[in-house]
């Protein structure tokens, strides 16, 4: 059962447009999201994240928006850039019997190619 | 500034024979520890986590196990790799707060099975 889930296997973006990431899920436990980057052999890199309390949380060039009604949330990339050319994982965690534990749950993951 | 180590980088290793990968963090106490999986063209897959020293819990059940010998040590371990067993291992850690929490990940190891 995947409760996290990327539908996007892969995305392609020019330089200087906006990447849209997307990401659903299906436990309404999850309270909080994140999202990673990661790049080949190496470990994920954390980029953002956002409690279910907001809906909208940005860092720069990158902003998260959550949607609790849809399950739904996306990261923009705003400007995109060559360098953001990397796989996206959303992840999620949730309260658990008491302690969430910090565990998360992620999705497929999404390759974003920037061109210049 | 806290970090994470994680080896070796790769590993082949044939089937049947054992595995011990280790991770330690640095820079923090009493963290959560994980390991975490991805296959081939998967996403990340939670494997172990602990709370604190020896204390373990399995999240799928498989092939390995992990200890945790010391507060910032964490080993996930076989007694016989299976192919199944190939993937990249990441090991990572998050703040012992309860909730809300990032984690964050070694450089993983690759471990092909042959």
């Known amino acids: 059962d995947q409760q996290v889930k990327q539908n996007s296997p892969s995305l392609s973006v020019q330089e200087g447009r906006i990447s849209i990431l997307n990401c659903d899920y299906t436990n309404s436990m999850f309270d909080y999201f994140l999202w990673y980057k990661k790049y080949p052999a190496e470990g994920p890199t954390f980029l953002i994240s956002?409690?279910?309390?907001?809906d909208k949380n940005e860092d720069g060039r990158f902003t998260v928006f959550l949607n609790k009604s849809a399950k739904h949330l996306s990261l923009h990339i705003v400007p995109s850039q060559p360098g953001d050319s990397a796989v996206y994982f959303c992840a999620a965690s949730g309260w658990a019997g008491g302690t969430s534990y910090g565990k998360l749950t992620f999705g497929q993951g999404t390759i974003l190619t920037v061109h210049p | 500034s806290q970090t994470i180590h994680q080896w070796p980088a790769t590993l082949v290793q044939p089937v049947g024979s054992p595995l011990s990968l280790e991770c330690t963090v640095e820079?923090?106490?009493?963290?959560?520890l994980y390991w975490y999986r991805q296959a081939a063209g998967r996403g990340l897959q939670l494997l172990f986590y602990?709370?604190?020293?020896?204390?373990i819990s399995s999240e799928v059940p498989q092939n390995l196990s992990a200890s945790r010998p010391q507060d910032r040590q964490f080993i996930l371990s076989s007694k016989k790799l299976l192919l199944s067993d190939s993937g990249f291992y990441l090991c990572?850690?998050?703040?012992?707060?309860?909730?809300?929490?990032?984690?964050?990940f070694g450089q993983g190891t690759r471990l092909t099975v042959v």
């Open positions: 820079g923090t106490s009493n963290p959560n």
């Open positions: 602990s709370v604190g020293i020896g204390q």
């Open positions: 956002i409690s279910s309390i907001k």
């Open positions: 990572a850690w998050s703040l012992n707060r309860g909730r809300n929490t990032e984690a964050f």
